[in-house]
């Protein structure tokens, strides 16, 4: 069964260092998405990206963050200078279409930044 | 904006007892409703889901139903095990929308 994959699953890094988080997406999937969730807390969302471009961010996706679809097959995740505060678990997910299909999730990776 | 509402956690059951999550939203729209489970140290993964008012999603033993009226889709099972101790998340997505708004969790633990 396809599935969504992430890595690495454990990231560790220090304060200030930039990070890439990569996702490789179910490969007929059209729609692409980043949610992260702080230890212990709900699962927030942070960007959809659809066509090469992003459809909607949070508030929480500030100048830090960006992602990209470099190839046909992967999906990424950079934070540019990373804080404390950015130690979460992130969360992969992709959907074939918006609303009615669930979203398929990769397993996280986990960054903890020192 | 949407928003999901779960039932205060944590919740700790013996085995083969009856489960209700609670699970209340706001949203405009239509929206389709989610419960995902997430199992220790792993991610997410859809346990079941509803479309449309009515409809009734289930998988492994659980259940639940889109009702419009009460904006709710709690979460049950009849009889529970050891093995479904996990955090539970209910979630919504509009089709305009695209993205995943979720509940807070709850944490069920099962005790032989």
């Known amino acids: 069964e396809p599935e969504v994959t992430q890595t690495p699953s454990h990231q560790v890094t220090q304060m200030g260092q930039e990070v890439i988080l990569r996702c490789v997406p179910i490969?007929?999937?059209?729609?692409f998405y980043w949610y992260r969730q702080i230890l212990g807390q709900k699962v927030e969302f942070l960007v959809s990206?659809?066509?090469?471009?992003?459809?909607?961010k949070s508030e929480i996706f500030d100048d830090q963050f960006s992602v990209e679809r470099p190839d046909g097959s992967n999906f990424t995740l950079k934070i540019r200078s990373t804080k404390l505060e950015d130690s979460a678990m992130y969360f992969c997910?992709?959907?074939?279409?918006?609303?009615?299909?669930?979203?398929?999730f990769g397993p996280g990776t986990r960054l903890t930044v020192l | 904006g949407d928003s999901v509402t779960q039932m205060e956690g944590p919740v700790t059951l013996s085995e083969e007892a009856f489960l209700t999550i609670n699970c209340t939203y706001t949203?405009?729209?239509?929206?389709?409703l989610f419960w995902y489970v997430q199992y220790p140290g792993e991610g997410l993964q859809l346990l079941l889901k509803?479309?449309?008012?009515?409809d009734k999603g289930s998988n492994k033993g659980f259940e639940a139903t889109y009702r419009k009226e009460t904006t709710s889709f709690h979460l049950e099972k009849g009889s529970v095990q050891v093995s479904d101790s996990a955090v539970y998340f209910c979630?919504?997505?509009?089709?305009?929308?695209?993205?995943?708004?979720f509940g807070d969790g709850t944490t069920l633990t099962v005790k032989p």
């Open positions: 997910a992709s959907s074939p279409d918006t609303g009615y299909n669930e979203q398929f």
């Open positions: 990206f659809y066509n090469n471009e992003i459809s909607e």
């Open positions: 509803a479309t449309k008012a009515d």
């Open positions: 490969s007929n999937h059209l729609y």
């Open positions: 949203a405009t729209g239509y929206p389709s």
């Open positions: 979630a919504l997505t509009k089709w305009d929308a695209g993205k995943s708004t």
